[in-house]
């Protein structure tokens, strides 16, 4: 079982970055994949980005595709989304998910049924 645990947003005008950060509770961290979803209010929550147990492949949604970069680091349990050029309409909750499987599936940024464990979110806000 793992606990998840956002950190990191807040409040940055537009085109600058911020780095958020996800710790993870539990043994397992490793054998897990992770991914990136965010969320304004009276929308769906979107997938952002997935990353692989091994960090070979990870994946992006076009929107931030560039500009956002998704790693981890096994050895602390933690999972880091580098956001940087950012823009208002990256303004959003944003949530960190672990998938009890090593690789990201096809369906990463749809399939929220495959996540087994959600954080509670962390509020981004970028201003114009």
């Known amino acids: 079982q793992v606990q998840v645990s956002e950190s990191g947003g807040g409040l940055v005008q537009a085109g600058g970055s911020l780095r958020l950060s996800c710790t993870a509770s539990?043994?397992?961290?490793?054998?897990?994949?992770m991914a990136w979803f965010r969320q304004v209010p009276g929308k769906e929550r979107e997938g952002v980005s997935c990353?692989?147990?091994?960090?070979?492949?990870?994946s992006y949604v076009d929107s931030v595709k560039g500009r956002f970069t998704i790693s981890r680091d096994n050895a602390k349990k933690t999972l880091y989304l580098q956001m940087n050029s950012r823009r208002p309409e990256d303004t959003a909750m944003y949530y960190c998910?672990?998938?009890?499987?090593?690789?990201?599936?096809?369906?990463?940024?749809?399939?929220?049924?495959?996540?087994?464990?959600w954080g509670q979110g962390t509020q981004v806000t970028v201003s114009s």
């Open positions: 998910a672990a998938a009890y499987r090593p690789w990201c599936s096809g369906s990463w940024s749809v399939s929220k049924e495959d996540y087994n464990y």
């Open positions: 990353i692989d147990f091994r960090s070979k492949y990870p």
């Open positions: 539990g043994s397992t961290f490793e054998a897990y994949a």
